[in-house]
C-alpha cells in the first residue's frame, strides 16, 4: 500500500517536472521557428500533450479486439474531449478567479478569441459528426467520413498557421541550457521529447498508483476506468494549462486545451469510426454530449465578455460533477 501511494506521488511528482519542461521548451520552439502563439498552444503543444492518450485507445483496439478492446478504446476515445471541456477547462476558469482575487492578475482571459473561437467551431462540427452522424453499416461512407475528418484536421492546422495571432514571446532561458541565451534548436527539441517522455512515464506511475491504492480501498475497477484513469491521462494538458495561466500567457493555456480538443475529435475519432464498431450510447454517449454542450456555452460567453470566459470555464465542471453521479448511479453506489 505505500509503495503505491509512493508510486502515485512520483508519477505526479514526474508530471509536474515534466510539465514544466515541457511548457518551457514550446515556448523556445515557438519563438526560435516564428511560430505564432495560437499555432504554438493549439498545435505543437495541443498535439504533443494530447499523444499518451491518443496511443491507448489504439492499442485496446488493435490488441485486444478479442476481448473488451473495442469498448476500452471508444470510451478512451469519446473520455479525451469530455476530460478537456469539463476538467481542463474549468481548471483555466478557476485559475483565473483564484489569481483574481489574490490580485495576481486581471479577471479578464487575455485569449485571442478568434483563434478560441476557431477551436471550438471545429471542435463542435468534427465531435458533432462523430456522435450523431456517422453512418453505422456502410463500410464505405464510414472510411470516408474518417478521411473526411483527417482532411479537417488538416484544414484546421492550416487555418490555425495561416491566421492572425501575435508572436511568440522569447523565453528568459532554456532549462537545459540555462547559461545560453541562444540555445541550439537541436537541443530545445531535445527537452520538449524528454519532457514528453517523463510525461508518458509520470503519467503510467501515476495511474498505476491510483489504480492499486483505489483496488486495495475496495474501490470498483469500472469505477476507475471511468473516472480516474482519463483524469490522470488528461494530466500534462492540466498542468501545462495551468502553469501558463499563472504566467498569464492564456493564449498559449487555452490553446493548449482547445487545440487538443481539435485534435481528439477527429485523428482519434477517424481511426474508431474506420477499427472499432463505434456504437455510441449509455454512459459514453452521455459524455460527448456533456463535451458538446460544455463547450458551446464557452463559444456563446467567448462573444459577450472576456470577463465572462472564466466563469464560463468554471461553470463545465458542474457536468463533470453530473457525470460522477451519473457513474456512481449506474455502478450501484
Aim: glycine share 10%; charged share 10%.
Amino acid at each position: 500500500m505505500i509503495i503505491d501511494i509512493l508510486f502515485f506521488i512520483g508519477g505526479l511528482i514526474l508530471i509536474l517536472i515534466a510539465g514544466e519542461l515541457f511548457t518551457n521548451g514550446i515556448e523556445g520552439i515557438g519563438h526560435r521557428h516564428k511560430f505564432s502563439q495560437n499555432f504554438t498552444g493549439s498545435v505543437l503543444a495541443a498535439v504533443g500533450t494530447a499523444l499518451p492518450e491518443t496511443i491507448l485507445p489504439i492499442i485496446a483496439v488493435l490488441f485486444f479486439s478479442e476481448s473488451s478492446g473495442h469498448e476500452i478504446g471508444v470510451g478512451a476515445i469519446l473520455g479525451a474531449p469530455f476530460m478537456l471541456s469539463t476538467l481542463a477547462f474549468p481548471l483555466i476558469g478557476i485559475t483565473v478567479i483564484i489569481g483574481y482575487l489574490l490580485k495576481k492578475r486581471d479577471l479578464a482571459l487575455n485569449v485571442e478569441t478568434i483563434g478560441l473561437r476557431r477551436d471550438i467551431v471545429f471542435f463542435l462540427f468534427a465531435y458533432s459528426i462523430a456522435l450523431f452522424i456517422v453512418p453505422f453499416e456502410n463500410h464505405l461512407l464510414r472510411t470516408f467520413t474518417a478521411l473526411f475528418l483527417i482532411f479537417l484536421y488538416g484544414l484546421y492546422v492550416y487555418l490555425t498557421l495561416k491566421g492572425e495571432s501575435e508572436d511568440m514571446e522569447e523565453t528568459e532561458y532554456l532549462y537545459f541550457s540555462p547559461k545560453n541565451p541562444n540555445p541550439p534548436t537541436l537541443l530545445i527539441w531535445f527537452q520538449v521529447i524528454f519532457a514528453l517522455i517523463l510525461m508518458i512515464g509520470g503519467a503510467h506511475l501515476f495511474v498505476h498508483g491510483i489504480e492499486k491504492v483505489s483496488l486495495a480501498l475496495g474501490f470498483p475497477p469500472l469505477l476507475f476506468s471511468l473516472l480516474v484513469a482519463p483524469v490522470a491521462t488528461e494530466l500534462p494538458e492540466k498542468i501545462n494549462s495551468i502553469l501558463w495561466t499563472l504566467r498569464g500567457k492564456d493564449t498559449l493555456a487555452i490553446g493548449n486545451v482547445s487545440g487538443a480538443m481539435v485534435f481528439q475529435s477527429t485523428i482519434p475519432v477517424s481511426f474508431g469510426i474506420v477499427f472499432t464498431p463505434w456504437n455510441i450510447e449509455g454512459l459514453a454517449f452521455i459524455s460527448g454530449v456533456f463535451a458538446i454542450i460544455a463547450s458551446f456555452f464557452v463559444l456563446i460567453l467567448s462573444y459577450v465578455d472576456k470577463k465572462l470566459i472564466p466563469f464560463g470555464f468554471a461553470l463545465g465542471g458542474s457536468l463533470y460533477i453530473i457525470y460522477i453521479y451519473l457513474v456512481l448511479k449506474e455502478v450501484g453506489i
